[in-house]
């Protein structure tokens, strides 16, 4: 199984006049170009869609990701309004229809996909309350030897001094990890957030961090060697529990990843 992920877009409205909203709208526009020549089997996209979270702003992406060939699966930033992302996707039957959270688990695939909400209205930082860890441990439990790849917008951990206490309540982000810990079939939690590209050891499995499509937020990326290209990451599966990652720089003629990770 081979998953695109995609991540802070930060899309403006198609009528604005910032100099960004053009840029980000064909970063986007490349990369999705350049996922279709990868032909992956899902594309998970960690958040910070658009960057106010108007309906404007949606219906730009919804243009933009329309060309995708594979299935897209959503988790909210903390720039989503999530009313307005689960209008402009209600063709999306994995999303909720109501409720407070858009959480879910996808299960058509050879890897179970599990999104978990990580934002709450007006919040900049993540929140992983009781109702939600309890739905994360409960959906673990109902599949205990299936592997399961997690992805969530906030990472629940820091990165240097670049991204510090990145959740509201410090014992919810300690939470999330016994969670995961507790539930050996998690292969690895995808995020996004900070931008900037990042892989690491957590709660017994692996963490990685997209940078944003967005290359005028982007950090962390050897500009001279990207030059201005957007990044995405293509994630393979490998049997039953590995999976390496491959950083993918949109428009390389030369068709190879610049660096790969294995994951586990
Ligand atoms: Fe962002």
Redesign the pocket.
């Known amino acids: 199984m081979l998953i695109a992920q995609i991540s802070?877009t930060?899309i403006l409205p198609k009528e604005s006049d910032q100099p960004a909203a053009s840029l980000r709208a064909d970063c986007l526009r490349r990369a999705v170009a350049d996922i279709n020549g990868q032909k992956p089997d899902a594309v998970i996209f960690t958040g910070?869609t658009t960057q106010h979270g108007s309906p404007e702003e949606y219906a730009l992406l919804r243009e933009l990701l329309a060309p995708l060939d594979a299935p897209l699966y959503l988790v909210p930033?903390n720039?989503d309004n999530k009313d307005a992302l689960r209008t402009a996707f209600s063709d999306h039957p994995e999303l909720p229809d109501s409720g407070d959270f858009l959480h879910y688990t996808v299960e058509k695939h050879s890897v179970r996909l599990v999104a978990i909400d990580s934002t709450s209205p007006g919040e900049r930082k993540g929140r992983l309350c009781p109702l939600r860890q309890a739905w994360l441990d409960g959906v673990l439990s109902e599949q205990p030897d299936r592997p399961t790849l997690l992805f969530i917008h906030h990472p629940p951990f820091d990165v240097g001094d670049h991204y510090v206490g990145g959740y509201r309540r410090q014992e919810e982000s300690v939470a999330l990890a016994d969670i995961v810990s507790g539930h050996s079939q998690v292969i690895g939690l995808l995020c996004?957030?900070v931008?900037w590209p990042v892989e690491t050891r957590w709660a017994g499995t692996e963490a990685r961090i997209m940078p944003?499509i967005a290359v005028d937020v982007r950090k962390g990326v050897d500009e001279t060697e990207a030059n201005g290209r957007p990044i995405y990451f293509l994630h393979r599966l490998l049997g039953a529990t590995a999976i390496v990652s491959d950083t993918r720089m949109v428009d390389d003629q030369k068709g190879d990843s610049d660096f790969k990770c294995q994951v586990k």
């Open positions: 802070d930060h910070d930033g720039r996004g957030h931008h944003s």
